[in-house]
């Protein structure tokens, strides 16, 4: 049996941002947008009307910004799951909108299918982070900067390699797989070899987990 599709709402105070997400995501399989809306004041007038699984929002809004209608559909409907979508990385902003109910932070400039696999991630529950939100977390909750030789063993990331760390520190950049193969003078294989066994020793569901567990013990 197929997986139900996802109905998404996406928010977004410019109209072709709109379309051009609306476009792009009626391509992906699994997913279906049922609306849109611009500003955070319509966002929770059609999420009431509509009852999508999740919802596509902006940050930086008129009317009533992504913040502060992310905290009222997460009032209001704390089964639908809300995925900022954004231009904006600032900390305030990443903080802010995980504090309101987000389910993930992921920016603008993302793949069309990265995108899809987060909204999927966060319709079952499980936070998407970019990369470089993931770094503003990890200094509001005081991460140290370590390097690959002075990790206790306390630390998940004392099981890794030294090459699995410096593969690490590639992903946590964004960087893709054909990127870090390229950096690391090694082949894509081996670069996925390297990530699944990442995965596996600090028990990370993905490479976004991964890159949030790293930064949060310090990896830069």
Do not use: W
Not at 40 to 66: I, K, S, Y
Not at 88 to 113: I, Q
Not at 193 to 213: C, E, F, G, K, P
Request: a negative charge; glycine letters at 6%.
């Amino acid at each position: 049996m197929s997986e139900p599709v996802i109905r998404i709402l996406i928010v977004d105070d410019q109209l072709l941002m709109r379309d051009g997400l609306a476009s792009l995501l009626n391509i992906q399989p699994g997913i279906e947008v049922v609306g849109t809306a611009e500003n955070g004041q319509e966002a929770v007038m059609r999420v009431a009307e509509l009852l999508p699984d999740v919802v596509l929002m902006d940050v930086r809004m008129p009317v009533m910004d992504g913040i502060v209608a992310t905290a009222e559909i997460h009032r209001q409907f704390p089964a639908i799951k809300v995925l900022m979508l954004t231009t904006f990385d600032d900390e305030a902003y990443v903080t802010g909108a995980l504090r309101a109910g987000a389910f993930g932070y992921v920016l603008k400039n993302t793949p069309a299918l990265d995108l899809a696999q987060a909204i999927l991630m966060a319709q079952r529950g499980m936070v998407q982070l970019d990369p470089s939100a993931a770094n503003k977390v990890a200094k509001m909750i005081g991460g140290a900067p370590l390097t690959g030789t002075d990790m206790d063993a306390e630390n998940p990331l004392a099981n890794l390699t030294e090459r699995e760390i410096e593969v690490l520190r590639l992903v946590v950049e964004g960087a893709s797989n054909r990127e870090i193969a390229d950096k690391l003078v090694i082949t894509e294989g081996t670069v996925k070899s390297h990530i699944s066994n990442i995965l596996s020793r600090l028990d990370a569901r993905d490479r976004t987990q991964a890159a949030v567990i790293a930064v949060k013990h310090g990896l830069k």
